[in-house]
């Protein structure tokens, strides 16, 4: 089973763009500038460290560019099986997942962006790293420091961040260092993320997503405030929301993934901060960072290794996967919508629901306004493309089981 990762803020570079210039997913670029109203390509290609590092800009080319390798990916026919994003990376793995469109997620985080920036203006607030120090100690030190610091990050073992007024952090940070911690690292931003310092920012957010459409998840996503799974749309605007004054319980939803069945954890993003955290978490498990075309190459020899069914690597009208199973695919480009019949409602664990048929020459939804019929029958398994999603020419579109003839 694999479980896609993404990563927050800290994973930019200088020029992180380039390599995927010349990749048919770059398009996507143009379009997060649209819905945005920013020039994400110059950010991508051009900005220096110190532009990248503000938070209206960072969180905005962190996300543009995990969504372009998630594109790439997904024209391998690569699919998650559950997903999960750290902080900023979670609206990531809700796009991944079909809980928002792609122009929804990138208008999400730009105004998410703004609002954490402004209410860093606020106060003067820091972030320190606490590197070889339990978890809870970590918590005592933050108590025995008084107000106005908190564990912000659980980010594995022996790594906590810690955040609040800077004079509260330093004092806490030496108290650490009494009970353990082997070091301190100031993490270069200006602001207190994931503590109550970030309450207006978490207002501010209120109110861009109850505008905003969610779908009910095709895959579940675990949450940052809680690390359990999630796959209803009702749950993720108070879960989001949430997020921004609480910590970030990455060492927990690393666990959980691997409790869930997961064998191979994909970090969409540039990088590769999550896929240490992940080799230091859960040593078990494969652990893949794809943040440049190259990798792409490392993804497909991964999961050919580990899978009997290798990636769709060459496209169709219907792609033969085995005698009984049916791959539909794209006849053009554009934004995918399915058959509002043929999407499921979801279901809890314990519930059965029976998969629908479909017979040749039926809609199974439309590309850009252009109906998409499938020329197989059969019972349908799932649809890969998600509700609001940019697919290719030949992307998988819905996977059908037929009958075996006798």
């Excluded at 929301?241 to 969409?268: C, D, H």
Aim: charged share 20%.
């Amino acid at each position: 089973m694999i479980a896609f990762t993404f990563p927050g803020q800290g994973s930019q570079r200088p020029n992180m763009g380039a390599p995927w210039v010349d990749h048919p997913s770059w398009e996507l670029v143009n379009d997060a500038s649209e819905a945005t109203g920013r020039d994400i390509e110059d950010l991508l290609i051009n900005s220096d460290a110190d532009t990248l590092s503000t938070t209206r800009n960072t969180q905005l080319v962190t996300f543009t560019m995990s969504m372009v390798i998630l594109d790439a990916i997904e024209r391998l026919g690569v699919t998650p099986a559950m997903c999960a994003g750290h902080s900023l990376g979670e609206y990531g793995a809700l796009v991944a997942a079909g809980a928002l469109s792609f122009e929804a997620g990138a208008k999400l985080v730009s105004e998410r962006s703004e609002a954490m920036q402004s209410a860093a203006l606020e106060s003067h607030g820091a972030m320190t790293a606490l590197l070889g120090i339990s978890d809870s100690e970590a918590q005592n030190a933050c108590d025995e420091a008084g107000e106005n610091v908190w564990v912000a990050n659980y980010n594995a073992p022996g790594q906590v961040v810690i955040a609040g007024l800077v004079d509260a952090v330093a004092k806490a940070s030496e108290i650490a260092r009494t009970k353990g911690a082997k070091k301190v690292v100031n993490i270069p931003v200006k602001g207190a993320f994931h503590t109550p310092f970030m309450n207006s920012a978490r207002q501010r957010l209120r109110k861009a997503l109850s505008d905003t459409r969610f779908y009910d998840l095709e895959v579940p996503v675990i949450a940052n405030v809680d690390a359990k799974p999630h796959q209803r749309a009702s749950e993720w605007p108070i879960l989001l929301a949430t997020q921004l004054t609480s910590p970030v319980k990455w060492t927990q939803s690393l666990a959980k993934l691997a409790e869930m069945g997961a064998k191979t954890l994909i970090e969409v993003g540039t990088g590769g901060v999550l896929t240490g955290l992940a080799k230091r978490t859960v040593p078990e498990l494969n652990a893949l960072s794809v943040g440049s075309p190259d990798d792409l190459d490392k993804l497909v020899v991964l999961i050919s290794a580990d899978s009997p069914i290798t990636p769709v690597l060459e496209h169709h009208q219907g792609e033969h996967l085995y005698i009984s199973e049916r791959m539909v695919v794209a006849p053009q480009a554009g934004i995918f919508e399915p058959a509002p019949e043929l999407v499921p409602e979801v279901t809890s664990q314990t519930e059965r629901q029976s998969k629908p048929s479909v017979n040749v020459g039926q809609v199974i939804g439309a590309i850009s306004g252009t109906e998409v019929r499938s020329p197989f029958s059969g019972e349908l398994m799932g649809m890969i493309a998600v509700s609001g999603e940019r697919v290719t020419i030949g992307q998988p579109l819905a996977w059908l089981r037929t009958q075996r003839e006798s």
